[in-house]
């Protein structure tokens, strides 16, 4: 029990966990705690210090999308999440964060055991259509979406585009047609957020009435959608799907218009604003690029007219890496329907894993439209995945565990990051977003 | 110093870099400086660290020794010359003028171009050597002739006395701005990155009347854009340049009509007839949402429909008041078919009005379409909404039983009108940084929780004189902390002043800028009680005097049963489990009352009503009403002790149901204490249960504390609850939360368990607090998680 003048406790000291005493900077929100904390109880200030000011987040928006009362934003500038209004001290965004709460590793174990197919099905593919040409590799991705758009499968697909007005920076689209989604081809080598943005895409979106599913509109929802039901595909990088399934499987409300989920295989993300910093270093105009290419260690940049404008190792581009990522052991994106690469393919073919029956009786439909072989060399594949597990684990401050629970309490975070590089930093109130809403 | 700051060129740069007392100065990320390189030399200052809206220095200034700090362990001194840029020049620009206002002697010049321009430059490479340069030990001081000014500066530089300029884009300048401001865009002033001729630039600035003889106020939105602006002026010679840190932000808030309360309901009632919430919304925007917190309506989290406050100061309402309100509920708070209609709710139905813990009466399911007529009828009897949400001057809490108690020492009744009647509709006093919770008892017994308040005032002595003492800076949500007593004395005729000069100094200190921290008890604790005190004294028309003598503080509890009142008639404290009422039970509580009490009705912080001025045959006559069956003045402990707040049945941010649950765990937890026989043991058991971590039920003050929380496992989530044990104001106790995440239906048996323990384990005439108080967390730790199987039968059997 505690009632003691808080003027005469000492305040928390950064670096250093105080029984019950949450956060660790000298923030004035820490100042004067006449009471303290529950074991294991987050607010969003543990998150953003652990995972956002600790330089660790790799913008998932899992914690956007898991947060019941939508207190969660994204900063327009950083892309980053934030605090918008009034946190509840709920706990979710920790607990679905594949930075902090979320044990991914076990998450991807347990999908796999509950949805996995016995033989996932490994092929090196290429769209037979225009799509060929619009996608970054085979262009399988655009082509399986516009074929499960045009059977009626699927009413959206949620993939990337590039920002009109900041070259190379992606953002969210819900693509609802084969025109849209043919302009979104391609890879966008920055974080969309896009899992945080379901409700504003679809609420922008006009669904309509001949969208799937979409026969009783319930008068007076929530939500202001057209479309009670909707079903989509989501695509994006491993950590996205981690997120999307997890909600999914602990049936969170979010998680509902996703049908399918389709995995870009990704060893690392980028920060845009370095991206294009680092770009600029090798006198390059990011203007210029159409398009970014990293294959087989090497980033190429190329013009419209398919001029190479740079060819350099990848390893250059270290310092515009997303941090978080090195504790990534997820390259091959295991919670995923369906995952899409091109290592161990031809140039011009996509690597293609189909790992559960929604993935494989999408892939099904899809078949008309995709010319499929067997994949060329599926050993780099797997030595690329090992590789990937290996620099995880040598980097992941806390144990890579596939069996231990799925949860990380806020107290085993700080025993196993604190002291290291990756420990977390304190809120630094300049970032904090000002809002105005509380109860 | 120089006259300054100026713009310089890369090549001056690179002239100079090569002397030990010019340096360059990257305000970018930490990383960015580290990995992507900087300019050889330059030592790294990063924007987010001299930019930090939680301190009392004013608006984003660092507080002067953080910045001190900063620029030590970068090993700058105060003479150096410092050359800023970024990627951002109005970051660097905005590191140059915080050096300025902190007085830092060297020149300050702004690197023309940035970075980029650097770059252009031939064999300018990047580094990312980090210098080696010593710490120094740098000291920083709010320069006296520092350029800012403040709100009212703003307001005579409104009058005409100088030239306001607004430096934010176009769209933003036609969206809002300070009436007779100018506008000139800060990035108007580049080309390409790079500052604008001279001649390119008077003229821009000649157009708009900005001449260097005019003194020249700018403002933006976070005071980082102005500061480039400031910083060119100065280049071209402008010697009469200041700012306005607190900016618009703190401008609109203070004095745009659409904070004003009185206009704000003018607004709303025009509505009422013209379209409803919709078309409000269609004109005034969503954000019109928020500012109705200010006439007491609180949009509820199913769209279009609206929780109205109503306010009783210090819980008094007449009959005609309160039977409005039961009516009002009665006919308006009614859900629509789509959410339940009649059967909105299992326990309560439809049309029921809550008690809270701030003596206000809350309703749901109010549309626009009814506020005018619900208005209107309020008018007639003198009743209001106004400022009983929002950051404003709260609805003021007072003793419940004053004017009654034969203990008392001073009638608050006047004092609390006073302070009610001078802050309402006031919108000066509006829109303070945040809420504003005042509470003012005069008997010894401080039931209207004088230690959670921003300022609370209990009974004290001076020469002879009776009146009050203070407390500030007390209050629950987001950083719980007890008020802080300041020795000072007040008249019971002093106490509106002192109020209003609080809201002063909290205006002026209590950031507008981060409202995250801007609660005043964040300000007392970083003042400290004796500079508060000091301060305060500053804003207040009288002198601060100490009290002879305190009188005795204690905690009375809730009020329920049958009390003598100082004139022999008798009140009766009426309980009403977790504050629901039947809008209709609630007129007809008020009919009781005018039969057969004196006109009034009052409301406790606990949630319950009372009924004052009963004589006996009278008090024979209510104890026998049926409705008492239902609001008992002897209820079960459990039932008596039950706090909540609204919950997730209409709020955002609710993450359990609370109501009805309370109830149904109300009713089992009596059962179950009559059963083992420990129900005429205690009189209240005070369980507190908020919907989340917010803390309006006040769970930090209950025997048992509750707010929701979710939990989850491998295979499962759902609802559940943090726990505490022991909470209680009488002895400024907050409780410790002790569990997290206990899955809610698991609760009842927690909470069955503890009672055991506490029955094996307590002293004779020990009360759950100190028994709560003297066990050791772990060990209260241990009983709460050890769950005994339920419906053991060895619990019965024990106890009785
Ligand atoms: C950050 C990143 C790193 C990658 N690293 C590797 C790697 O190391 N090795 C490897 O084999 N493959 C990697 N890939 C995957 C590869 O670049 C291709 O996306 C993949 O092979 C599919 O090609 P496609 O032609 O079939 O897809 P396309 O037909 O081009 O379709 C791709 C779809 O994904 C969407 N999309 C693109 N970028 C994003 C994004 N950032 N977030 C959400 N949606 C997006 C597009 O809008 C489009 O709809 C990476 C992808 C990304 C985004
Ligand atoms: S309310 Fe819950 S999910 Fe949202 S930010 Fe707070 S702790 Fe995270
Ligand atoms: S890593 Fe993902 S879930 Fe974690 S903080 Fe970043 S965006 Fe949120
Ligand atoms: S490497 Fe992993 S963490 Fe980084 S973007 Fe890819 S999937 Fe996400």
């Not at chain 1, 005493?21 to 006449?34: L, N, S």
């Not at chain 1, 991206?275 to 190329?302: H, K, Q």
Request: hydrophobic share 35%.
């Amino acid at each position: 029990m505690s009632g003691t003048d808080p003027a005469a406790t000492d305040g928390p000291r950064p670096g250093v966990p105080q029984a019950g005493v949450k956060g660790i900077g000298e923030d004035p929100r820490e100042q004067d705690r006449d009471v303290a904390e529950a074991p294991g109880k987050i607010w969003f200030r543990d998150l953003d210090e652990a995972v956002i000011e600790a330089d660790r987040c790799i913008q998932c928006a899992s914690c956007v999308a898991a947060c019941p009362s939508d207190s969660i934003g994204i900063d327009e500038d950083e892309g980053r999440p934030t605090l918008v209004k009034m946190c509840t001290g709920c706990s979710r965004c920790w607990d679905f964060c594949p930075r902090s709460g979320l044990r991914y590793e076990r998450h991807l174990e347990l999908t796999q055991e509950e949805r996995g197919l016995a033989e996932p099905g490994t092929y090196a593919a290429r769209a037979t259509d225009e799509a060929a040409n619009a996608g970054q590799d085979g262009g399988v991705v655009t082509a399986l979406l516009a074929a499960l758009l045009e059977a009626g499968e699927i009413d959206g697909a949620v993939v990337a585009r590039e920002q009109e007005d900041e070259p190379l920076r992606g953002e969210a689209v819900l693509a609802t047609s084969r025109e849209e989604l043919l302009a979104a081809g391609g890879s966008i080598y920055n974080q969309t957020m896009g899992l945080g943005q379901l409700d504003e895409l679809l609420a922008d979106a006009d669904l309509g009435s001949e969208a799937h599913g979409a026969s009783d509109s319930r008068a007076g929802s929530e939500t202001t959608r057209e479309t009670d039901d909707p079903a989509l595909a989501f695509v994006g990088t491993p950590c996205m799907i981690q997120g999307a399934t997890a909600l999914d499987r602990y049936d969170h409300e979010p998680a509902d218009p996703i049908a399918l989920t389709v995995a870009l295989m990704c060893t690392r993300s980028f920060e845009h604003s370095r991206l294009v910093s680092r770009l600029e270093t090798f006198d390059v105009d990011p203007a210029a690029v159409d398009t970014l290419d990293i294959s087989d260690g090497e980033l190429r940049a190329t013009d419209a007219a398919g001029e190479t404008l740079l060819e350099t190792d990848v390893d250059a581009f270290d310092a515009a890496g997303l941090r978080g990522c090195d504790e990534c052991a997820d390259f091959v994106g295991g919670a995923a329907d369906i995952s899409v690469g091109n290592v161990g393919s031809s140039d011009g073919e996509t690597t293609v894993v189909v790992r559960t029956e929604t993935g494989e009786s999408a892939w099904e439909t899809a078949a008309p439209a995709l010319e499929t072989a067997a994949i060329d060399r599926p050993a780099t594949l797997e030595k690329l995945a090992d590789w990937n597990r290996r620099r995880a684990e040598s980097i992941l401050p806390r144990e890579y565990d596939p069996e231990a629970g799925i949860g990380i309490t806020y107290e085993h975070h700080r025993e196993s990051y604190d002291g290291t590089d990756r420990e977390p930093e304190p809120l630094n109130p300049a970032r904090v977003h000002q809002y105005e809403e509380w109860c | 110093m120089s006259f300054g700051p100026a713009v310089v060129s890369p090549s001056w740069l690179e002239a100079h870099r090569e002397s030990d007392s010019v340096v360059a100065v990257d305000v970018r990320d930490r990383r960015d400086y580290e990995e992507l390189g900087h300019l050889p030399g330059a030592v790294s200052v990063p924007g987010d660290r001299f930019r930090d809206p939680s301190s009392v220095a004013a608006g984003k200034l660092p507080a002067a020794d953080d910045f001190a700090d900063l620029l030590a362990e970068a090993g700058i001194d105060p003479d150096d010359t410092l050359v800023a840029y970024g990627g951002d020049p109005a970051l660097a620009a905005r590191f140059l003028v915080t050096a300025l206002v902190y007085g830092h002697e060297g020149s300050l010049y702004l690197l023309d171009g940035g970075l980029e321009a650097w770059r252009d430059g031939d064999d300018r490479s990047l580094t990312t050597d980090v210098p080696d340069r010593e710490p120094t030990d740098y000291e920083a001081a709010l320069c006296e002739d520092a350029p800012l000014v403040d709100r009212d500066a703003v307001e005579a530089a409104v009058e005409g006395d100088a030239v306001l300029v607004d430096t934010r884009t176009a769209a933003e300048y036609e969206q809002s701005r300070i009436p007779g401001a100018v506008h000139l865009d800060w990035e108007d002033l580049l080309e390409d990155g790079r500052l604008k001729s001279e001649d390119d630039l008077e003229a821009l600035l000649a157009e708009r009347g900005i001449e260097p003889d005019e003194r020249i106020l700018l403002y933006c939105n976070t005071a980082r854009r102005l500061s480039h602006t400031f910083v060119v002026l100065r280049h071209l010679g402008y010697e009469d340049v200041a700012f306005y840190e607190g900016s618009l932000t703190d401008w609109v808030r203070a004095e745009a009509p659409e904070w004003d309360p009185v206009e704000l309901q003018e607004q709303v009632r025009h509505y009422a007839d013209n379209g409803g919430f919709e078309a409000m919304v269609d004109e005034l925007g969503e954000d019109v949402l928020g500012r109705l917190k200010l006439i007491g309506l609180y949009h509820q989290k199913q769209r279009g429909y609206f929780m109205l406050r109503t306010r009783a100061p210090g819980g008094r309402l007449t009959v005609e008041q309160a039977r409005t309100i039961g009516e009002v509920a009665d006919e308006f708070a009614r859900a629509p078919a789509e959410y339940g209609g009649p059967d909105q709710n299992p326990v309560f139905g439809d049309g029921y009005l809550d008690a809270t813990t701030r003596q206000d009466v809350q309703m749901h399911w109010i549309e626009i379409e009814d506020v005018a007529e619900i208005w209107d009828r309020y008018d007639a009897v003198g009743l209001s909404t106004m400022q009983a949400c929002g950051n404003s001057v709260r609805n003021v809490v007072g003793c419940p039983a004053a004017g009654l108690d034969p203990d008392e020492t001073v009638d608050i009744e006047p004092v609390v009108e006073r302070v009610s009647q001078r802050f309402l509709g006031d919108h000066h006093y509006a829109n303070l940084p945040r809420k504003f919770k005042v509470s003012v008892t005069g008997c010894h017994e401080d039931c209207a929780r004088s230690g959670i308040q921003d300022l609370g005032l209990t009974p004290a002595r001076k020469d002879g004189k009776d009146g009050f003492v203070a407390r500030v800076g007390g209050g629950l949500s987001d950083g719980p902390r007890v008020a802080s007593d300041i020795d000072l004395f007040v008249e019971p005729d002093q106490v509106d002043d002192l109020v209003a000069a609080m809201a002063d100094l909290f205006m002026d200190h209590g950031s507008y800028l981060d409202t995250a921290v801007n609660r005043l008890r964040f300000l007392v604790a970083e003042f400290g009680p004796e500079r508060f005190r000091e301060e305060l004294e500053s804003y207040a028309d009288f002198e601060f005097v100490e009290p002879d003598e305190v009188l005795t503080m204690d905690y009375r509890g809730d009020h329920v049963g049958v009390h003598e009142e100082a004139d022999g008639r008798s009140y009766v404290g009426l309980n009403v489990p977790t504050g629901r009422m039947g809008g209709d039970e609630f007129a007809e509580l008020a009919e009781l009352a005018d039969e057969l009490g004196d006109g009034e009705v009052r409301l406790t912080p606990n949630q319950n009503v009372l009924v004052p001025h009963l004589t006996d045959d009278d008090l024979e006559a209510l104890l026998e009403d049926p409705l008492l069956e239902r609001y008992s003045p002897d209820p079960g402990p459990f039932t008596r002790g039950i706090v909540t707040c609204t919950g997730r049945e209409f709020c955002n941010y609710g993450i359990i149901e609370t109501k009805n649950r309370a109830i149904r765990w109300a009713r089992e937890l009596d059962d179950w204490a009559e059963q083992v026989g420990i129900a005429d043991d205690h009189e209240a058991i005070r369980i507190h249960m908020s919907g989340c971590s917010a803390s309006c039920a006040q769970p930090q003050l209950g025997d048992f504390g509750l707010r929701g929380e979710v939990y989850r496992d491998d295979y499962e989530s759902g609802r559940a609850a943090d726990l505490g044990l022991g909470g209680d104001l009488g002895n400024d106790e907050f409780i410790d939360w002790l569990v997290g995440k206990i899955p809610i239906d698991d609760v009842p048996d927690v909470v069955k368990a503890t009672m055991c323990a506490y029955d094996a384990d307590s002293e004779p005439e020990e009360s759950f607090t100190e028994w709560a108080d003297r066990t050791s967390n772990a060990e209260l730790r241990e009983i709460v998680t050890e769950r005994p199987a339920r419906d053991s039968p060895a619990i019965g059997t024990e106890v009785s």
